[in-house]
Nanobody
Framework: QAQLVESGGGSVQAGGSLRLSCAAS????????MGWFRQAPGKEREGVAT????????DYADSVKGRFTISQDNAKNTVYLQMNSLKPEDTAMYYC???????????????WGQGTQVTVSS
């Protein structure tokens, strides 16, 4: 059974760093994109970063460019999100997701993890 498991969330002060991990297991039918999304209370789920697992091409939301880095370790079937210079507005539940072809539309993703909470205090 396909499964995505996030880890690495926590509470940090503004300016701090966290690294999220998303470990994939099981069989994923026709997927070549992993994305990180986040959702704050009362807000829409939004895309943060995406990576093509078959080529490494990445993309970022404007709000995190220069601060966040998405990467992968194919040997471990794991995708990472390195988050630096964190701001209080980065506070949200962070999810990883998978689909065929990257998109900023979260509704199009077939597979989702359970999420990991990131809280940034000022």
């Amino acid at each position: 059974q396909a499964q995505l498991v996030e880890s690495g969330g926590g509470s940090v002060q503004a300016g701090g760093s966290l690294r999220l991990s998303c470990a994939a297991s099981g069989y994923y039918y026709s997927t070549n994109c992993m994305g990180w999304f986040r959702q704050a209370p009362g807000k829409e789920r939004e895309g943060v970063a995406t990576i093509y697992t078959d080529g490494g091409s990445t993309d970022y939301a404007d709000s995190v460019k220069g601060r966040f880095t998405i990467s992968q370790d194919n040997a471990k079937n794991t995708v990472y999100l390195q988050m630096n210079s964190l701001k209080p507005e980065d506070t949200a539940m962070y999810y990883c997701a998978a689909r065929a072809g990257c998109s900023w539309s979260w509704e199009l993703y077939n597979y989702w993890g359970q999420g990991t909470q990131v809280t940034v205090s000022s």
